[in-house]
C-alpha cells in the first residue's frame, strides 16, 4: 500500500502570505494526485486534480506542482477563507490513500 | 450541477450492521464512479472503497474488505455502502464522492453512532 506523508501537520500563517503545504508518496504514483480543502462541519472540496490543475472554480492563488513521489499545494496571498484543514489523496493505486492532512491556521 | 445527497444520521448497536445511501444528480451517473470515505471525530481522512457505476466493480481497503459492501442502483442512481460488524471504533462520519480519479463532488455526510 502506499502511505501518504503531509507537512508540516500545522502551518501558521499571517493572511497575505504564502503557504507551501508537502505531500510524499511512499512510491511512484506519476502525476495522479488530487488536493482537498476542509472546513469544519464542511465536506472536503477538490481543490487539484492531476497534481497540477485546478477544479472548476477554485481560485488561481491555489496551485499545484510535481511528480513522482513529491508534491506541493501552494497558496499565495492567503484569504481568511483559505484558514482550513488540506489533505492530498493519491489515485494510481489501490488503495486510495490520503495523507493525514495539514492545518492552516491564522497567525 | 453536480449533486450528491446521502441518507440521514444513524445510531447503531455494536455488531450490527449499518447501510448509507448517495443519490446522485446533475451528472451521467453510469459513466462515473463513487467512493466512500470516512472521517472519524476531529481526524483525516480514511479511504473505504470505491465502485465503477457502470460496471459495477469494486475495489475494498483491506482494512474493510471483510465487512463492507459497496453497490449502486443504476435505475434510482443511487450509490450504497454497507458495514457490518459494527464497533464502536466505526463511530465516524461517512461520505460518498462522485468522480473517475480524484472526488470531484462530495456528499454532505452521514454520522454512524456506534453505541450500546
Known amino acids: 500500500e502506499i502511505v501518504m506523508t503531509q507537512s508540516p501537520a500545522t502551518l501558521s500563517v499571517s493572511p497575505g502570505e504564502w503557504a507551501t503545504l508537502s505531500c510524499r508518496a511512499s512510491q511512484n504514483i506519476n502525476s495522479n494526485l488530487a488536493w482537498y480543502q476542509q472546513k469544519p462541519g464542511l465536506s472536503p472540496r477538490l481543490l487539484i486534480y492531476?497534481?497540477?490543475t485546478r477544479a472548476t472554480g477554485i481560485p488561481a492563488r491555489f496551485s499545484g506542482s510535481g511528480s513522482g513521489t513529491e508534491f506541493a499545494l501552494t497558496i499565495s496571498s492567503l484569504q481568511s477563507e483559505d484558514f482550513a484543514v488540506y489533505f492530498c489523496?493519491?489515485?494510481?493505486?489501490?488503495?486510495?490513500?490520503f495523507g493525514q492532512g495539514t492545518k492552516v491556521e491564522i497567525k | 450541477q453536480m449533486q450528491l445527497l446521502q441518507s440521514g444520521p444513524e445510531v447503531k448497536k455494536p455488531g450490527t450492521s449499518v447501510k448509507v445511501s448517495c443519490k446522485a444528480s446533475?451528472?451521467?451517473?453510469?459513466?462515473?464512479?463513487v467512493q466512500w470515505v470516512r472521517q472519524t471525530r476531529g481526524q483525516g481522512l480514511e479511504w473505504i472503497g470505491w465502485?465503477?457505476?457502470?460496471?459495477?466493480?469494486?475495489n475494498y481497503a483491506q482494512k474493510f474488505q471483510e465487512r463492507v459492501t459497496i453497490t449502486r442502483d443504476m435505475f434510482t442512481t443511487t450509490a450504497y455502502m454497507e458495514l457490518s460488524s459494527l464497533m464502536s471504533d466505526d463511530t465516524a462520519v461517512y461520505y460518498c464522492?462522485?468522480?473517475?480519479?480524484?472526488?470531484?463532488?462530495w456528499g454532505q455526510g452521514t454520522l454512524v453512532t456506534v453505541s450500546s
Open positions: 489523496q493519491q489515485y494510481n493505486n489501490w488503495p486510495r490513500a
Open positions: 465502485i465503477a457505476v457502470g460496471r459495477g466493480n469494486t
Open positions: 464522492a462522485a468522480g473517475s480519479d480524484a472526488a470531484v463532488q
Open positions: 446533475g451528472f451521467t451517473f453510469a459513466t462515473s464512479a
Open positions: 492531476a497534481a497540477t
